[in-house]
């Protein structure tokens, strides 16, 4: 719960921070100190590092990088609060990846869970009007590359519940951190127009996502995804964009209007339902 907090506040200070750095340089720096940090505090683990973990923290590190790079991406182009709502979809998408891809079986307050978040994921993106709904070249480019940050964290709440299973979850942490850090500084280059001002706001942004809401709750889902399935995982998550958009509102005024706030009610709903009343329903099942 308080890394939900910490990750659903920081969007504001992310979404600030970008006035002084580009989306890859950001999270370049981010990940780099957040690596340093990691290594430091689990120096004695990193020699007892096998190939087991190795590959398991490798998967999630890509999926990580994929997440965070969509996401930095699509906040220059979106609002704190939208960018956290369609994030949370992330949630939502992990059973519907268990169906897909581990042939798990869907009840029907799942699948109406994941239905209403995705009517809210087009409430909240696609503007109002007919043409609109014809014209895609109308959604907020920010949003699309949410979107792709959803995808990429429903995978990664599921492969790191697998690879802290398998490996120490100190292990795990600074795996995912590492290759993430690697993939972002090669990413830098490739981008166009990367530009930095060493501010105090971007400092401070710095380093309170790298230490606290990278170092720091990355080994806490490590070592908890230990002890919990995938779908409570999620289920605590599904508070993020709440977090999120309280902060927005109080930092910065942020309102939502009447079309964008239904898609998020619709969006939190479909959460709930699909973690609460789903999981609810299968462990009836397993009982019988």
Request: aromatic share 10%.
């Amino acid at each position: 719960m308080l890394i939900t907090f910490l990750w659903g506040a920081t969007f504001i200070v992310i979404k600030n921070a970008l006035a002084d750095a580009s989306p890859f340089l950001f999270n370049a720096l981010r990940m780099l100190l957040a690596t340093l940090v990691l290594a430091a505090v689990y120096c004695r683990e990193l020699p007892k590092i096998n190939a087991q973990a190795l590959r398991s923290g490798a998967i999630v590190g890509v999926l990580l990088f994929l997440g965070y790079e969509f996401q930095t991406t699509g906040l220059r182009l979106t609002s704190p609060s939208k960018s956290a709502f369609i994030t949370g979809v992330s949630v939502v998408l992990v059973p519907v990846f268990l169906i897909l891809f581990w042939k798990r079986k869907v009840n029907r307050w799942t699948a109406l869970g994941v239905f209403a978040a995705f009517i809210g994921l087009a409430l909240m993106t696609i503007p109002a009007g007919a043409q609109a709904l014809a014209d895609w070249s109308s959604v907020n480019r920010g949003d699309m590359l949410t979107f792709g940050c959803a995808i990429a964290f429903g995978l990664h709440i599921i492969f790191l519940g697998k690879a802290t299973k398998q490996s120490p979850f100190a292990q795990i942490a600074f795996i995912q951190t590492a290759v993430a850090a690697l993939l972002m500084s090669l990413a830098v280059p490739l981008a166009p127009a990367q530009f930095v001002r060493f501010t105090p706001r971007l400092m401070i942004a710095v380093a309170v996502t790298a230490v606290l809401c990278t170092a720091l709750a990355f080994t806490v889902q490590s070592w908890a995804q230990q002890f919990t399935p995938p779908t409570h995982t999620a289920l605590i998550f599904s508070l993020e964009p709440v977090f999120a958009w309280l902060t927005s509102y109080v930092v910065e005024g942020e309102r939502l209007g009447l079309r964008v706030s239904a898609g998020a009610l619709l969006i939190l709903a479909g959460i709930l339902l699909s973690e609460l009343k789903g999981n609810e329903q299968e462990a009836t099942a397993r009982e019988m």
